[in-house]
């Protein structure tokens, strides 16, 4: 079974960069669609950045041009480049992950979450 690590988080000032990563424990063939979310005190998980498999991606408007979301499937990691950080950008950053049902059908129902990596930009 898949289980995903966040790490890289960190304290850093407004306009600075971050890396976050998230390491999968196991390989990855059965993981489709990986995205990074984050939720702040009293909100739900919001989406931040997605990938497909291809290497297609999605981001939310408000990090546009600021993030870049990739994934090494050698090194079962995926990563989040962020630039020019905002003290609204304070959250807990999750990866999450969905298989592959066309490869791997008996996990269907089966979605993987990280612990989180904590992000604090100060002002």
């Known amino acids: 079974q898949v289980h995903l690590v966040e790490s890289g988080g960190g304290l850093v000032q407004a306009g600075d960069s971050l890396r976050p990563s998230c390491i999968a424990s196991?390989?990855?063939?059965?993981?489709?669609?990986i995205a990074w979310f984050r939720r702040v005190p009293g909100k739900g998980r919001e989406l931040v950045a997605g990938?497909?498999?291809?290497?297609?991606?999605n981001y939310a408007d408000y990090v546009k041009g600021r993030f870049t979301i990739s994934r090494d499937n050698f090194k079962n990691t995926l990563y989040l480049q962020m630039t020019n950080l905002d003290p609204e950008d304070t959250a807990t950053y999750y990866c999450?992950?969905?298989?592959?049902?066309?490869?791997?059908?008996?996990?269907?129902?089966?979605?993987?979450w990280g612990q989180g990596t904590q992000v604090t930009v100060s002002s």
């Open positions: 999450n992950a969905y298989p592959d049902l066309d490869n791997c059908p008996d996990l269907i129902g089966t979605e993987y």
């Open positions: 196991e390989d990855t063939e059965c993981i489709s669609d």
């Open positions: 990938i497909g498999s291809g290497g297609s991606t």
